[in-house]
């Protein structure tokens, strides 16, 4: 079946120290994929995507996401966190022969910050 | 430019109840996506509404349904509450409703049913 997976439902990490999180997915073919951030009492904000080229990716905040086709994997990183990046995370494919860009999400993983 | 709004911010409604949210899109979209947010789950994508027409809909019971006017903003309307719609709600807009067309999304609305 169809599904993206993200295995860390919670990570804790020290301000200044490097994060990683984990997503995979289960398609037929490489989908666009999709890294989001959600703040408390807040919306989604696209942190950065994937639709080809270049497999790793630059996005806001000073975050990055690598593609590893082998995997099946789009995980995301930032060297450094600071306390404001405590939040849930997010990633979402639209699959490539999906007929428009109709999100599907994995089950996010809540980061908190230490100080 | 206004990003995508929503209205209102939190609702409370009794079980067998009918609610309706709104959702003002970003200037020149034209494409409204709502999805619901249980908590501690990632989003699920209800319904599209691609120039005032249905574009797609997910695994979400006829009781859900939308409309998009002219101007491209949207309402979504649930009828017959379940304590299960407690959630929050999410609308994302777009300039088109392709793949390529990234999606922005609103505050979202709080339901609670009791």
């Known amino acids: 079946a169809q599904s993206v997976t993200q295995p860390d439902i919670h990570i804790t990490v020290s301000e200044g120290a490097s994060l990683e999180l984990r997503c995979n997915y289960s398609?037929?073919?490489?989908?666009?994929l999709f890294w989001y951030v959600q703040s408390p009492g807040q919306g989604l904000q696209l942190l950065l995507k994937y639709f080809s080229g270049d497999t790793l990716v630059q996005g806001i905040k000073g975050f990055e996401a690598e593609f590893k086709r082998s995997q099946s994997s789009f995980n995301l990183r930032k060297p450094s966190v600071h306390w404001s990046d405590a939040a849930e995370y997010f990633c979402?494919?639209?699959?490539?022969?999906?007929?428009?860009?109709?999100?599907?999400f994995g089950g996010g993983t809540r980061v908190l910050v230490k100080p | 430019e206004t990003g995508v709004t929503q209205s209102p911010t939190h609702l409370i409604k009794t079980r067998g109840q009918q609610v309706t949210l709104r959702c003002s899109s970003q200037?020149?979209?034209?494409?409204v996506s709502w999805y619901q947010q249980a908590l501690g789950q990632g989003p699920q994508f209800i319904f599209q509404?691609?120039?005032?027409?249905?574009?797609g809909r997910g695994n979400f019971p006829p009781r859900f349904s939308g409309l998009q006017f002219p101007n491209y903003s949207s309402e979504l309307n649930v009828n017959a509450l379940e304590l299960d719609d407690s959630a929050l709600y999410l609308c994302?807009?777009?300039?088109?409703?392709?793949?390529?067309?990234?999606?922005?999304f609103g505050p979202g609305t709080r339901l609670t049913v009791t």
């Open positions: 509404y691609y120039r005032e027409e249905e574009n």
């Open positions: 200037s020149g979209h034209n494409t």
């Open positions: 994302a807009s777009s300039l088109g409703a392709a793949s390529p067309y990234e999606q922005y």
């Open positions: 979402a494919v639209v699959p490539i022969k999906a007929a428009g860009n109709k999100l599907t």
């Open positions: 398609y037929g073919a490489t989908p666009y």
